[in-house]
C-alpha cells in the first residue's frame, strides 16, 4: 500500500462497509449528500422511529460519514465527501485489477483469433 496515501484502517473500512449494508442508512446518506438537514427533517421521511434514525445518524457521524453542525438546540447533518474519497480510493485497488485483468483477457483472446 502507498503510504503517501492516506488509508483509513482494514477495521474502519469494514466497520464503513457494514454500515452502508443498512438500506436506511445509505437513504440518510442519500437524502443528506447535497443538502445540509436537520436530524428531526431526516427521522420525518422515514417510518421508523426518531430513536432509530438517530442511532443511524449518530453511527454514520461516528464513522466520519458525517458532518454535524450544532445551530441552537438542532442539529444539521451532511455527507462528508472526503470520507468516501478515502474508501473510493480503497475500491479502485480492486477495481484497477479487475480492469487489467480484463485488458489482459481480451488481448489474449484477439491474439488467439489472428493467430
Same mark, same amino acid.
Given at each position: 500500500?502507498?503510504?503517501?496515501?492516506?488509508?483509513?484502517?482494514?477495521?474502519?473500512?469494514?466497520?464503513?462497509?457494514?454500515?452502508?449494508?443498512?438500506?436506511?442508512?445509505?437513504?440518510?446518506?442519500?437524502?443528506?449528500?447535497?443538502?445540509?438537514?436537520?436530524?428531526?427533517?431526516?427521522?420525518?421521511?422515514?417510518?421508523?422511529?426518531?430513536?432509530?434514525?438517530?442511532?443511524?445518524?449518530? $453511527?454514520? =457521524?461516528?464513522?466520519? $460519514?458525517?458532518?454535524?453542525?450544532?445551530? @441552537?438546540?438542532?442539529?444539521?447533518?451532511?455527507?462528508?465527501?472526503?470520507?468516501?474519497?478515502? $474508501?473510493? =480510493?480503497?475500491?479502485?485497488?480492486?477495481?484497477?485489477?479487475?480492469?487489467?485483468?480484463?485488458?489482459?483477457?481480451?488481448?489474449?483472446?484477439?491474439?488467439?483469433?489472428? @493467430?
Amino acid at each position: 500500500m502507498n503510504s503517501k496515501l492516506h488509508m483509513p484502517s482494514v477495521a474502519k473500512l469494514e466497520d464503513v462497509l457494514r454500515a452502508l449494508a443498512e438500506p436506511q442508512r445509505v437513504a440518510i446518506l442519500k437524502l443528506v449528500h447535497d443538502a445540509e438537514l436537520p436530524a428531526g427533517e431526516i427521522a420525518n421521511r422515514f417510518s421508523t422511529s426518531r430513536q432509530a434514525v438517530s442511532q443511524h445518524l449518530r $453511527l454514520l =457521524t461516528n464513522l466520519g $460519514l458525517l458532518n454535524e453542525r450544532r445551530e @441552537g438546540n438542532r442539529r444539521l447533518y451532511r455527507v462528508k465527501r472526503e470520507a468516501f474519497g478515502e $474508501l473510493r =480510493t480503497f475500491l479502485e485497488v480492486f477495481w484497477d485489477n479487475s480492469l487489467s485483468s480484463l485488458k489482459r483477457r481480451l488481448e489474449a483472446d484477439k491474439g488467439k483469433r489472428r @493467430g
